[in-house]
Nanobody, 121 residues
């Protein structure tokens, strides 16, 4: 069974950076597209970006300049690097794995429990 676990969240000041890690077990990560999503309290889950099996990335326009997704298949790990963080980036961040490079959450089969990112001074 494929399991994903996010780590690296926490409290960061506005303008700061964080790198989230998604550790995958139970299957080879290289078989999957990895998607990152976030969900703020009382709001819907929002697509942050994705990375295909060959390393191609896809971001919504609003995330493109500050967020970078990468993967290290040999480590069965994916990453989300976030810079110039703003208070509105506060959310629970989720990684997911699936077969399609999609912005839609229902295209992803496996999900981690999420990690909290709080941007505040």
């Amino acid at each position: 069974q494929v399991q994903l676990v996010e780590s690296g969240g926490g409290l960061v000041q506005p303008g700061g950076s964080l790198r989230l890690t998604c550790q995958v077990s139970g299957h080879t990560l290289s078989d999957y597209v990895v998607g990152w999503f976030r969900q703020a309290p009382g709001k819907e889950r929002v697509f942050v970006g994705s990375i295909s099996r060959n390393g191609g990335t896809y971001y919504p326009y609003s995330m493109k300049e500050r967020f970078t997704i990468s993967r290290a298949d040999a480590k069965n790990t994916a990453y989300l690097q976030m810079t110039s963080l703003k208070s509105e980036d506060t959310a629970v961040y989720y990684c997911s794995a699936g077969g399609s490079n999609s912005a839609f959450a229902n295209e992803y089969c496996y999900w981690g429990p999420g990690t909290q990112v709080t941007v505040s001074s």
